[in-house]
C-alpha cells in the first residue's frame, strides 16, 4: 500500500514537472520561485522544529547506558558507552553522527528448531546506512561548485578524490554508484524482511523513492542525457546572488532535478529526515547519566505549598511545652 | 525553551553551515564565463561554426571528443563527418584546438568556474601562450 502510494506521489511530480517545465515551458516557476520558496520553507521549518523541541521539558535524565556507570574510584566507569561528563556524551554523540555506533550493535532474532532462539550479527542495515549518508554527504558538498565563485580548494579536493575513476574521458564518481546501491538496498529491505514490511510507511517509502529519484535523475543527467553544465552555473549563480535569471537551453532533466532537490527541501522539516537535529536533541543521547551525582530539577514541579517544622513548632510551641514535648527552640 | 543556550548555538552553527553560498558570494559578480573565440583560426572561418551546433557543443562535447578518441584509437579512423557534411581530421591537439588555439581563454574560462579538471595536457600538447 506504502509502496504504490509513494511510486504514485512521484509519478505525479515526475508529471507535473515535465509538463510544467518540459511542454509549457514554465522555467522561472521552477528555476527561481519553487526553489527560493523551497529554501525558505526548509530553513524555517528548520528553525521551527528545533525551537518546539527545545521547549519540550525533561523530567528526568533518560540516557541510554550500554556501559558500567561512574561509581566508586576503583570499579572501572564506561566513559563512551555510559558518560558521565560532557565530554563522554559530545565523544558518543560524535561517535553516533560519524559511524552510527548504535546501529552497528544492530542483531538479529531468529527462532530455530528446538525451539532456541538465536541471535546473530546484522550489519548491513549498518553498512548501508553509513554509505548512504556519507555518499550523500559527499554529493551535496561536490556540488557547491554549482554555488560558488571562485570554488573553494576543499570542494574541488573533494571531487578529486571521489572522481578519480574515469568513464570515457569523464570523471566517475565513486559515490554516484554508492548512493544508488546503497538507496537501492535501504529499499528492498524495507519489502524483503517481513517485519520491516510490516511497520513500513508511506512516510518510509516516500524520502526513500524521493532519494532515489533525485540521484537518478542526477546519473541520467551527468553520465547520458548531457545538459549544458556552465547554464546551469549561471542558473544557480543567480539563485545565490539574489540575481535570478534563467540561461537559455538547459535540458528539462535538469529542472527535473532541481524540483526532485525543491520537493525534498520542503519535505524535509516535515518528514523523519528531521532526524538531522532529532539526533542531536535526543534526552537518551545528549544527557550524561550523572543522576546520582548532580540533581536534576523537574521543570515541570509546581511550587507545592510546605508546613515547614519550624512553623509548625511555632504554631504549636504552647501546647507542645504544655504536654512536655521536646521544642528545637526553646523560646520563641 | 530548556537549554536555550546549546540549543541555540548548535541551530545557529547550522544555519551559518547551510547558508554558505549565500555569504560566500555576497559581493562577487560571478558574471558567467565568456569563452574567447577570436583566434585567427576562427577569424578566417566564412561562417562561424563549430563541429556541432553551440548548444549541442556546449553540452556534449567531452561526449564528442571521447567518441573521436574511440574513432581515432581503437577503430583507426582519422576522418569525422560532421552532421552537416564538413570533413574534420579527428585531433584533439590539431583540429579543436587550431580553431581554439586559445586554450586559457576558451576552454579553462569554463572548466575553471566549474572546478573541471580534464586529465587531457599531462599527454596531449596544449598550444603554448597567447
Not at chain 1, 558521565?84 to 560519524?98: C, D, F, N
Not at chain 1, 546501529?103 to 525451539?115: C, H, I, S, V, Y
Not at chain 1, 551527468?222 to 556552465?230: L, T
Not at chain 2, 563549430?50 to 564528442?64: E, I
Request: charge should be positive; hydrophobic fraction near 45%; aromatic fraction near 14%.
Amino acid at each position: 500500500m506504502g509502496i504504490g502510494f509513494s511510486l504514485l506521489l512521484i509519478m505525479a511530480l515526475l508529471l507535473a514537472v515535465f509538463f510544467g517545465a518540459g511542454v509549457l515551458g514554465w522555467h522561472l516557476l521552477f528555476g527561481v520561485v519553487i526553489p527560493y520558496a523551497a529554501a525558505t520553507i526548509f530553513l524555517f521549518g528548520i528553525i521551527y522544529r528545533v525551537v518546539k523541541w527545545g521547549r519540550a521539558p525533561i523530567p528526568f535524565r533518560i540516557p541510554t547506558t550500554c556501559g558500567q556507570q561512574k561509581s566508586l574510584p576503583w570499579i572501572k566507569p564506561s566513559r563512551i558507552d555510559n558518560p558521565s561528563s560532557a565530554a563522554g556524551v559530545i565523544g558518543r554523540l560524535a561517535l553516533e553522527v560519524l559511524l552510527f555506533r548504535s546501529l552497528f550493535r544492530n542483531t538479529k532474532a531468529e527462532l530455530r528448531d528446538g525451539p532456541r532462539l538465536a541471535y546473530h550479527w546484522e550489519k548491513w542495515l549498518w553498512l548501508g546506512g553509513l554509505l548512504f549518508h556519507w555518499s550523500f554527504l559527499t554529493i551535496f558538498l561536490r556540488h557547491l561548485r554549482f554555488f560558488t565563485e571562485p570554488v573553494p580548494s576543499f570542494v574541488s579536493f573533494i571531487e578529486g578524490v571521489d572522481g578519480f575513476l574515469r568513464v570515457g574521458v569523464q570523471a566517475l564518481y565513486i559515490t554516484d554508484i554508492l548512493i544508488l546501491v546503497a538507496v537501492t538496498y535501504l529499499f528492498w529491505r524495507r519489502v524483503v524482511i517481513p517485519q520491516v514490511r510490516y511497520i513500513s510507511l508511506p512516510a518510509d517509502y516516500f524520502p526513500l523513492f524521493l532519494i532515489l529519484s533525485l540521484a537518478f535523475s542526477g546519473v541520467l543527467m551527468r553520465y547520458f542525457f548531457r545538459v549544458d553544465v556552465s547554464a546551469v552555473k549561471e542558473l544557480t549563480m543567480g539563485l545565490v546572488t539574489f540575481h535570478p535569471r534563467i540561461p537559455e537551453g538547459i535540458g528539462v532533466i535538469f529542472y527535473i532535478h532541481l524540483f526532485f532537490v525543491s520537493v525534498l527541501f520542503v519535505y524535509f522539516p516535515y518528514s523523519k529526515m528531521m532526524h538531522l537535529a532529532g539526533i542531536f536533541l535526543s534526552p537518551t543521547r545528549n544527557l550524561a547519566n550523572n543522576s546520582r551525582a548532580c540533581r536534576h530539577i523537574n521543570p515541570w514541579n509546581y511550587p507545592v505549598k510546605v508546613h515547614t517544622y519550624e512553623e509548625y513548632e511555632e504554631e504549636f510551641r504552647g501546647k507542645m511545652r504544655e504536654a512536655g514535648i521536646p521544642l528545637e527552640k526553646e523560646c520563641g | 525553551m530548556y537549554n536555550a543556550r546549546s540549543i541555540l548555538s548548535g541551530l545557529g552553527v547550522f544555519l551559518v553551515l547551510i547558508t554558505f553560498p549565500f555569504w560566500y558570494n555576497v559581493g562577487k559578480s560571478a558574471a558567467a564565463p565568456e569563452p574567447k573565440l577570436d583566434t585567427p583560426a576562427i577569424q578566417q572561418l566564412s561562417r562561424k561554426q563549430c563541429v556541432g551546433s553551440t548548444p549541442y557543443m556546449r553540452a556534449n562535447h567531452m561526449q564528442l571528443l571521447e567518441e573521436w578518441r574511440t574513432l581515432a584509437v581503437r577503430e583507426g579512423k582519422r576522418v569525422y563527418e560532421a552532421a552537416d557534411g564538413k570533413k574534420y581530421e579527428i585531433s584533439l591537439e590539431k583540429t579543436c584546438l587550431k580553431c581554439h588555439g586559445n586554450k586559457a581563454q576558451f576552454c579553462d574560462q569554463c572548466h575553471n568556474s566549474l572546478s573541471v579538471k580534464p586529465d587531457c595536457w599531462n599527454c596531449h600538447v596544449a598550444p603554448e601562450g597567447r
